[in-house]
C-alpha cells in the first residue's frame, strides 16, 4: 500500500475479485477515497480452471463482475488462447470529474463461492482505489513480470520446508524464510543495502517474500530521480504445477548503470536482462512468461530519448537474458557490468507480441527452455 495505490496479489483459490467492494467501502468511508483513479486486474492463465470458484471459473464471469463495478473497464486476452496467455482488466481515467477518477457502483449480486479446493500455480493481481493524479505527475509507471512454470527439481526441493522447519524447535516461518532468501540469492536480486526484505515459509510447501526498495535518499518528485519501488515473488514447489512468480515496479535500465556510491560502497541497480537472469537462475523453469507493462507516455519519452520504445528495448532484453549463453551487448559482446555467469539452461522465444492499450503499453513474450 502507498499514499495512492493499494495492491492485491493472491494464489491459488482466493477469490479476490470479491473483496473488492469491500476494499472499495473502506477506502470511501475511512480513507475519504469515495472514486478510483484506475484499477488493473491481471492473471495468467489457470492451470487448473475448473478447480476455481465464483466468478473465477470463467474469465468471462471475472469482467461482468467487474463490468458491474466499472463502467469503464475493457479486457484484454494477450497469447495464445490454447496455450501460455496473460488476461488483463483495466480502467480509464473517468470522463465524468475534473480530475479523471470514477465512482464505483456496487455489485448487484455475489457469485456463489462453492466448495473451495486447494489450488497452487496461479496467480492474480488488483490495485484499487486510487485517488486523482495529477496527469503531469511523471514518475514513471512500471511493472515487469517473470511467470514460471515447470520448475526444475532441484530448484523447488529448498521450498518444502516439512522437511526443513522443526516447529517443535520454534524455528519460526520468518525466520527460515529469510535465510532460504540469503541461500538462493533472492536478497541479492536488488543491493541488499538498498532492500527491505520481508518472507514467509509456508507448511508443508510454498514460500512467499515481500521487499520495498529505497537507493535514493534525496530522490524528492523528480521523475528522473526516482528512487523507490518494490518486488514480491511467491513459490509453489509442488510437483506437478510447480509455479513461482517475480513482479517488480522499479523502472529497470536496459543497459548497465553508472556505480552509485552510499553508505561507504558502491550500490548498483541491475539492468533488466541482469535481473531476469538473477531470477530464472533461481528458479530454473521450464516455461515462462514476461510482461513489461509501461504508460504509454514513458514508452514514448524512451523512444525519443533512447531512439527505441521501452517495449522494444524490453522485447531485445528479454531475448538476450535467455537465449544467449552470457549476457551480451548490442554487438554481441559481453555488456559491461552484467553478470557473465551462463543460466542453468538456454530458452528459446514461443510468443512475442507488443500491444498499445489505453494509456498503457505491453511488451509479452514467452519462452520454453531447449533440449
Known amino acids: 500500500m502507498s499514499p495512492h495505490r493499494l495492491i492485491l496479489k493472491t494464489c491459488g483459490t482466493t477469490l ?31 492451470m487448473f480452471p475448473e478447480r476455481q470458484i465464483g466468478p473465477h471459473r470463467d474469465w468471462r464471469a ?12 475493457a479486457a484484454y486476452t494477450i497469447g495464445k488462447v490454447n496455450g501460455d496467455h496473460w488476461l488483463l482488466y483495466m480502467t480509464s481515467p473517468g470522463e465524468d470529474s475534473v480530475n479523471g477518477s470514477t465512482r464505483p457502483n456496487t455489485p448487484l449480486h455475489h457469485p456463489s463461492n462453492g ?12 490495485a484499487a482505489p486510487e485517488p486523482a493524479i495529477d496527469d503531469t505527475d511523471t514518475i514513471p509507471d512500471y511493472t515487469i513480470e517473470i511467470l514460471m512454470t515447470h520448475l526444475a527439481p ?20 520468518s525466520a527460515h524464510a529469510m535465510s532460504l532468501s540469503s541461500s538462493l540469492g533472492i536478497s541479492d536480486l536488488f543491493p541488499v543495502d538498498v532492500t527491505t ?5 509456508f507448511t508443508p510447501c510454498g514460500y512467499s517474500c515481500n521487499a520495498l526498495l529505497k537507493w535514493r535518499e534525496d530522490a524528492g518528485t523528480d521523475p528522473a530521480k526516482s528512487g523507490e519501488g518494490y518486488y514480491t515473488i ?3 514447489p509442488e510437483s506437478g504445477w510447480s509455479y513461482a512468480s517475480f513482479e517488480c515496479n522499479v523502472p529497470l535500465p536496459h543497459e548497465p548503470l553508472p556505480t552509485a556510491t552510499g553508505n561507504g560502497g558502491a550500490s548498483r541497480i541491475p539492468d533488466l536482462r541482469t535481473l531476469i537472469r538473477r531470477v530464472v537462475n533461481i528458479f530454473q523453469p521450464g516455461r515462462l512468461t514476461l510482461t513489461l507493462f509501461i504508460s504509454s507516455a514513458d514508452n514514448s519519452n524512451a523512444e525519443e530519448e533512447d531512439g527505441e520504445s521501452a517495449v522494444e528495448a524490453a522485447q531485445r532484453a528479454f531475448k ?30 514461443t510468443d512475442k507480441i507488443n500491444y498499445e492499450f489505453g494509456g498503457y503499453d505491453l511488451a509479452f513474450a514467452t519462452f520454453e527452455l531447449r533440449p
Open 320 to 349: 538476450a537474458a535467455l537465449t544467449y549463453p552470457g549476457a551480451r551487448g548490442a554487438k554481441g559482446s559481453q555488456a559491461a557490468g552484467t553478470e557473465a555467469s551462463g543460466l542453468s539452461g538456454l530458452y528459446r522465444r
Open 115 to 126: 466448495d473451495a479446493q486447494p489450488e497452487e500455480g496461479n496467480e492474480a493481481e488488483e
Open 16 to 46: 479476490n475479485l470479491l473483496g473488492v467492494p469491500r476494499i472499495l467501502e473502506i477506502a470511501r468511508d475511512h480513507a475519504s477515497l469515495p472514486s478510483v483513479h484506475r484499477l488493473f486486474y491481471s492473471r495468467k492463465a489457470f
Open 197 to 201: 526484505l520481508d518472507a514467509y515459509s
Open 62 to 73: 471475472e469482467i461482468d463482475y467487474l463490468d458491474n463495478i466499472f463502467p469503464n473497464g
Open 154 to 173: 532441484t530448484a523447488c526441493a529448498p521450498f518444502m520446508t516439512s522437511a526443513q522447519i522443526d516447529f517443535e524447535s520454534h524455528v519460526a516461518p
Open 234 to 236: 511467491h513459490v509453489t
